[in-house]
């Protein structure tokens, strides 16, 4: 007859964890107990919030935080909207006033300031070498021949056209030569930048001549002083501009033979080392 097997114990957790469980209970219970009894230092606890509120760390405008605020925590839209604000002040310090940082103010004013000083540069070069042209000039009896003005840029000598060439003419004449040989040496001598040859007429039509209009008149007369200067003198070509301005810059009122003699004209401009080209 087969033995019956003894009950094998039920399964389960042992006895002592049923005790220890019943004892983390009593101890959670007592805590939460103490902690009710106990009382709050609200001042303290206030200075801790402001602290916090008016941190720099905050990147909300006066230092805005979740504490006392739900609406930063619950909607995150608000948040943006002060961050909004924040970029909008990040040039203002501490105390409200604007940083000082570079503006485009400042870069106008400064650059104003660099183009004061190159004019003022500009003309004192130019106002030394039209001194030195004036004296030889002055020292070869020719000064009333040539007229000197001078600007930031560039000191100008002007030769009358009645002295370079007959009526509607781009020959030079034999006694303008050595007022052009004077001229010569002056530009080797100072020259130190780009020279501009410019042409002038009156606004008297062409008729019969060999030009058909003042613009190549004025043209071919520039070109006659480039090209006398560039064989009879040692002058570089490449610094040398040669330009037709026709009728279109009087210096006086054609209306008048005096005046139209004065705009037709011959401009010799010697720029600055400021103003090379």
């Known amino acids: 007859m087969a033995k019956r097997k003894e ?24 805590f939460v107990l103490l902690f009710s009894m106990s009382s709050i230092n609200e ?29 930063l925590v619950s909607n995150g839209v608000s948040q943006l909207n002060e961050l909004s604000d924040y970029i909008n002040s990040m040039g203002l310090n501490a105390e409200g006033d ?5 503006s485009e103010d400042t870069n106008a004013e400064d650059e104003k300031d660099v183009k004061q000083e190159m004019t003022e540069s500009g003309l004192k070069e130019s106002e030394e070498l039209a001194e030195r042209i004036q004296e030889a000039l002055e020292e070869n009896n020719m000064d009333k021949d040539v007229d000197i003005d001078f ?8 030769l009358k056209g009645s002295i370079l060439f ?22 080797e001598r100072y020259a130190t930048s780009t020279i501009e040859i410019e042409g002038h007429t009156d606004n008297v039509p062409m008729n019969g001549a060999k ?8 043209d071919g007369r520039a070109l006659s002083v480039f090209n006398y200067l560039i064989d009879t ?3 570089d070509p490449a610094t040398i501009k040669h330009t037709g301005r026709g009728e279109y810059v009087p210096v006086a009122d ?4 005096e005046g139209r003699a004065k705009n037709r004209r011959v401009e010799i401009k010697i720029y600055n080392s400021l103003n090379n080209y």
Do not use: H, R
């Open 233 to 235: 003198t040692l002058l």
């Open 7 to 30: 009950d094998e114990p039920k399964p389960g957790a042992p006895a002592w964890q049923s005790t220890f469980a019943d004892l983390m209970n009593l101890l959670l219970c007592f």
């Open 43 to 71: 001042e303290k606890y206030e200075l801790i919030v402001a602290s916090f509120s008016k941190s720099t760390f905050s990147i909300f405008e006066a230092g805005s935080s979740a504490i006392g605020d739900g609406v």
């Open 211 to 218: 030009y058909s209009n003042n613009d190549e008149l004025s």
């Open 98 to 102: 604007e940083y000082t940082i570079e």
């Open 254 to 257: 054609n209306s008048t033979a």
């Open 166 to 187: 007959d009526s509607g003419s781009v020959v030079l004449k034999e006694e303008c030569l050595p007022v052009l040989d004077l001229i010569g040496v002056i530009l």
């Open 151 to 158: 600007t930031s840029q560039y000191v100008q000598l002007t």
